[in-house]
């Protein structure tokens, strides 16, 4: 499996200012997502990050509260904007291979507080 | 869209027991998933199944596909300590990458 490396992995923040997310994976893959998982809840995908184009976005979710970029096959930034208490939540990059035909893995998540 | 029923929402036990958890689906799923999420980490694919009434074993972890395509179980059995954490099943279908996950049983082992 691909080996995911999210940073930060945790920042406190103040309300108002703008944190980015990066997600660098070891291996080129096809799909890159992100996801919201909020206090002891379940994850809820914000979008799929498309190489070269806008994120496809879910219903909920906008590109001027969370632009996102990849600009190649093992990278995407993720960037949570005029930020609220309301966003604090971990933020988790996902990726799939279909050319292995595998499922969804995991970095290990961006634990974001806004103060 | 597509919802996941995933129970018990908690469990309490104590080191040796067994564990069982399930999901159920209002639709068919041609994928069933259970990943299992450490605190200060993200999920950990645990066991994929594909097919209706496969059973598919990971250690002392057993999963089984239901027969309907709607629902899927895990089983833990003799649980140990590290085994404590979040435990989300999540359903595919085929003509989608994206799974959709249930809300996660929190298991709790005491030794």
């Known amino acids: 499996s691909a080996v995911i490396s999210q940073k930060p992995s945790r920042d406190i923040c103040q309300r108002g200012t703008s944190l980015t997310i990066q997600c660098q994976v070891d291996s080129q893959v096809t799909m890159m997502f992100w996801y919201r998982q909020q206090p002891g809840q379940s994850l809820t995908l914000i979008a799929t990050a498309n190489q070269g184009s806008e994120a496809t976005y879910e219903s909920g979710f906008v590109i001027d509260k969370f632009p996102i970029s990849r600009p190649n096959l093992t990278f995407s930034t993720l960037t949570v904007s005029n930020m609220s208490p309301e966003d604090s939540s971990i933020y988790l990059c996902?990726?799939?291979?279909?050319?292995?035909?595998?499922?969804?893995?995991f970095g290990q998540g961006t634990r974001l507080t806004v103060v | 869209g597509q919802q996941l029923n995933q129970s018990p929402q908690s469990m309490f036990i104590q080191e040796g027991e067994d564990v069982s958890m399930n999901c159920t689906s209002s639709?068919?799923?041609?994928?069933w998933l259970w990943y299992k999420q450490e605190p200060g980490e993200g999920p950990v694919l645990l066991i994929a199944?594909?097919?209706?009434?496969e059973l598919t074993s990971n250690g002392r972890l057993t999963a089984q596909f239901g027969i309907t395509r709607k629902d899927s179980f895990l089983n833990i059995s003799a649980s140990i300590p590290s085994d404590v954490g979040i435990y989300f099943c999540a359903g595919r279908t085929g003509g989608s990458y994206i799974p959709t996950f249930g809300r996660g049983t929190s298991l709790i082992v005491h030794p």
């Open positions: 199944l594909y097919k209706a009434g």
């Open positions: 996902s990726v799939v291979n279909r050319v292995w035909d595998t499922e969804a893995f």
């Open positions: 639709s068919i799923f041609n994928t």
